[in-house]
């Protein structure tokens, strides 16, 4: 089994969860398989002869970073979908998990989001360029099946996702992590005031991404009845606030949130519709304080330590 984009969150906890001994597992770094290169996927493709591939390779971040860097997000993430998914293919690599993204639904779709709703409508400005590669993955699998259905190339939809391995830099991170770091370094401080952008109740989704590896191996389990393409999430969310709220508990921040509408906050709701989920018989584990536990535990162990 390929997972490709080892060295990140969702990568590395797909091959160090559990079950994953039941398989041998290529975890190439980027110097032995750039997808950038299709000449490179190929050769590794041919050398290394996976079964099945697990694509979580792709350049990611938070609204700042996909401002910033509109034309790497898209053509990055274009052009790694396209030459691992069709290097796979040429290959006869017959199972495929193409790992994509919420930020795919139309910025105006009524939640719960449900997978029928790609390409139904405007795309988030904010990070359209991530979306438009991640819908160009997607079609492509679904393309592939209908010419030859022999191939089982299938995408999975997660919801935002924070755990071991996240990035804590804010130019860098995702909101969750970006928090946890905001947070401690306000209490540490102390700080006695701490900004939220916009009014903080646009509502998201974060799912534990060990949670995420643990679906990746019941879907491999259970391959042949997995939907084409399956959003894997909570199929509850909370507001910016109430995470706010719930870090500064587990830290122990005691100080004051002040809110700034004039910046930025993308989507006023993400939340995934998880009837098929529900339906493939899979369900999350991990609740949001037990994982806000962990993952600030494991910042003050891992990153900070590493300092």
């Given at each position: 089994?390929l997972?490709?984009?080892s060295?990140?969150?969702v990568?590395r906890n797909?091959?160090e969860?559990?079950k994953s001994?039941k398989?041998k597992?290529?975890?190439p770094?980027?110097n032995e398989?750039?997808?950038l290169?299709?000449l490179?996927v190929?050769?590794?493709?041919?050398k290394?002869?996976?079964?099945?591939v697990?694509?979580?390779?792709?350049i990611?971040?938070?609204?700042?970073?996909?401002?910033?860097?509109?034309v790497?997000?898209?053509?990055?993430?274009?052009?790694m979908?396209?030459?691992?998914?069709?290097?796979?293919?040429?290959?006869?690599?017959k199972?495929?998990?193409?790992?994509?993204?919420?930020?795919?639904?139309?910025?105006e779709?009524?939640?719960?989001?449900g997978?029928?709703l790609?390409?139904?409508?405007?795309?988030?400005?904010t990070?359209?360029?991530?979306a438009l590669?991640?819908i160009t993955s997607?079609r492509l699998c679904?393309?592939i099946?209908r010419e030859?259905?022999s191939?089982a190339y299938?995408?999975?939809?997660?919801?935002?996702?924070y755990?071991k391995?996240?990035?804590f830099e804010?130019k860098?991170?995702?909101m969750?992590?970006?928090v946890?770091?905001?947070?401690h370094?306000?209490?540490?401080?102390s700080q006695q005031?701490?900004?939220?952008w916009?009014?903080g109740?646009a509502r998201?989704?974060f799912?534990y991404?060990?949670?995420l590896a643990?679906f990746?191996?019941?879907a491999l389990e259970?391959?042949e009845n997995?939907?084409?393409?399956i959003?894997?999430?909570?199929g509850?969310?909370?507001?910016?606030n109430?995470?706010?709220?719930a870090i500064a508990?587990?830290i122990?921040?005691k100080g004051?949130?002040?809110?700034?509408?004039t910046k930025p906050?993308?989507?006023k709701?993400?939340?995934?519709d998880d009837?098929?989920?529900?339906?493939?018989g899979?369900?999350y584990?991990?609740?949001?304080?037990?994982?806000i536990e962990?993952?600030?535990?494991?910042?003050?162990?891992?990153?900070l330590?590493?300092k």
């Amino acid at each position: 089994m390929l997972i490709t984009g080892s060295s990140g969150m969702v990568g590395r906890n797909i091959a160090e969860y559990n079950k994953s001994k039941k398989y041998k597992i290529l975890t190439p770094s980027s110097n032995e398989l750039n997808l950038l290169d299709k000449l490179s996927v190929d050769e590794y493709l041919q050398k290394n002869k996976p079964d099945i591939v697990i694509h979580c390779a792709g350049i990611v971040g938070g609204i700042q970073a996909n401002i910033a860097n509109p034309v790497k997000f898209l053509v990055e993430n274009t052009q790694m979908g396209l030459n691992i998914i069709m290097g796979a293919k040429e290959r006869g690599i017959k199972k495929f998990i193409n790992l994509s993204s919420s930020c795919m639904y139309p910025r105006e779709a009524i939640n719960p989001l449900g997978e029928e709703l790609i390409l139904k409508g405007e795309l988030e400005p904010t990070n359209e360029g991530y979306a438009l590669a991640k819908i160009t993955s997607t079609r492509l699998c679904e393309y592939i099946n209908r010419e030859d259905n022999s191939y089982a190339y299938k995408t999975v939809i997660p919801c935002n996702l924070y755990g071991k391995y996240d990035k804590f830099e804010p130019k860098h991170s995702h909101m969750l992590p970006a928090v946890i770091k905001k947070i401690h370094d306000a209490k540490e401080s102390s700080q006695q005031s701490i900004d939220i952008w916009g009014d903080g109740e646009a509502r998201r989704e974060f799912m534990y991404a060990e949670d995420l590896a643990d679906f990746i191996y019941y879907a491999l389990e259970n391959f042949e009845n997995m939907p084409q393409n399956i959003n894997v999430g909570l199929g509850h969310d909370y507001t910016i606030n109430e995470y706010y709220k719930a870090i500064a508990e587990e830290i122990g921040y005691k100080g004051e949130f002040i809110h700034d509408l004039t910046k930025p906050v993308g989507m006023k709701q993400k939340r995934i519709d998880d009837t098929k989920l529900k339906e493939f018989g899979w369900r999350y584990k991990t609740s949001l304080k037990d994982g806000i536990e962990k993952i600030y535990n494991y910042y003050l162990q891992e990153v900070l330590n590493d300092k």
